[in-house]
């Protein structure tokens, strides 16, 4: 078993990965491998034609840094528990510090992976609010596309945050929307007659009024500042700073 950057052979092995260890709906998994994809951004671990585990990573920055988004980390369910994902996210480390990378963010989905990156020493970074509210009075609300979400957040950003941009955002865009307002930007997914605000920048008060102007009953936002542990970080050169803000996991 060996660790390669994937040939487009491995594709269907890496979909068909994806599909047993996050069980998405085939669009996203399909609109991941069009838009988010590239191959020299992904490391698997292959014993002849099959992909015993994986991981993908997205360029983003912070204080003119540059960082590796670490994402979809994922072990075959005939493969676990034999320290699959230890030795590829080693392998991850070894690379991206070799190609100047200055830090790997990563976004744990529980306590218990939260425990299974520290061990490998990631610490928590960033911490984010998380609110629910119900529909007020409607704001004017404009849909935006990738390029201008990314362009406008740029303003947006509290101090520290993490610049995401370029092929994060247009995969997101497939199955997320990108809305602005007069004091607020907005990255959300409507789930039937509800909205997960993924990040809302700028007036936090101004919920309400975008689930009315969307016609959605209910949602809940993530936004800057609160107490909710978020992000986790590895540093790679030792003389730069932590992130202060990340915002756009992509869940």
Avoid: N
């Avoid at 992976?113 to 970074?125: D, I, K, N, P, S």
């Amino acid at each position: 078993m060996e660790i390669v950057t994937p040939e487009p052979r491995h594709i269907p092995g890496l979909a068909q990965l994806w599909r047993l260890a996050f069980g998405d709906e085939e669009a996203i998994i399909q609109g991941f491998f069009a838009t988010g994809f590239a191959p020299q951004r992904c490391r698997c671990l292959v014993s002849g034609s099959r992909v015993a585990a994986a991981l993908y990573w997205f360029d983003c920055a912070c204080r003119g840094r540059k960082l590796a988004y670490l994402y979809a980390v994922a072990t075959h369910p005939d493969h676990r528990r034999q320290g699959l994902c230890h030795r590829l996210m080693a392998d991850a480390r070894r690379l991206l510090e070799a190609e100047g990378y200055s830090g790997i963010l990563l976004m744990p989905a529980g306590a218990s992976q939260r425990r299974l990156y520290a061990a490998m020493g990631y610490e928590t970074c960033t911490k984010v609010a998380e609110f629910s509210c119900a529909a007020g009075v409607p704001l004017p609300l404009k849909e935006i596309s990738p390029e201008e979400y990314g362009r406008l957040r740029r303003d947006f950003l509290p101090a520290g945050g993490v610049l995401q941009e370029g092929s994060a955002l247009t995969w997101l865009h497939t199955f997320a929307r990108f809305y602005t307002g007069e004091d607020f930007l907005l990255a959300a997914a409507a789930r039937e007659d509800s909205l997960l605000g993924m990040e809302l920048l700028g007036r936090q008060a101004s919920a309400p009024g975008i689930l009315a102007a969307l016609g959605l009953k209910k949602g809940t936002f993530r936004a800057p500042g609160g107490k909710i542990p978020f992000a986790m970080y590895l540093p790679l050169d030792p003389t730069a700073q932590p992130p202060d803000y990340f915002g756009l996991a992509l869940d």
